[in-house]
Nanobody, 118 residues
């Protein structure tokens, strides 16, 4: 059974930090590109960060460059999103996504709420 389980969300003050984790099971994690998306009410889901399956190269949305860092541990089947210098506009539900590097099969987690507020 495929599972992506996010954790680490919560309430943080502006300027603070959070680290999201996404634990994967039920598929060959190292064959999948891993992504973090976020979504707020009434808006489309936005791709925040992406890490490739083999090279580990990363890409970020302009809105988070220099503040967020995506990483992965293939031994632990886990992807992380380190979020620093958080802003109120980072408030959203954050979703983990896995997409197969060759056939495009993809899976989603259930999401974790991040709220940035004083």
């Amino acid at each position: 059974q495929v599972q992506l389980v996010e954790s680490g969300g919560g309430l943080v003050q502006p300027g603070g930090s959070l680290r999201l984790s996404c634990a994967a099971s039920g598929f060959t994690f190292s064959n999948y590109i891993m992504r973090w998306y976020r979504q707020t009410l009434g808006k489309e889901r936005e791709l925040v960060a992406n890490i490739m399956s083999t090279s580990g190269s990363t890409n970020y949305a302009d809105s988070v460059k220099g503040r967020f860092t995506i990483s992965r541990d293939n031994a632990k089947n886990t992807v992380y999103l380190q979020m620093n210098s958080l802003k109120p506009e980072d408030t959203a539900v954050y979703y983990c996504n896995a997409i197969h590097a060759l056939n495009g099969r993809n899976y989603w987690g259930q999401g974790t709420q991040v709220t940035v507020s004083s």
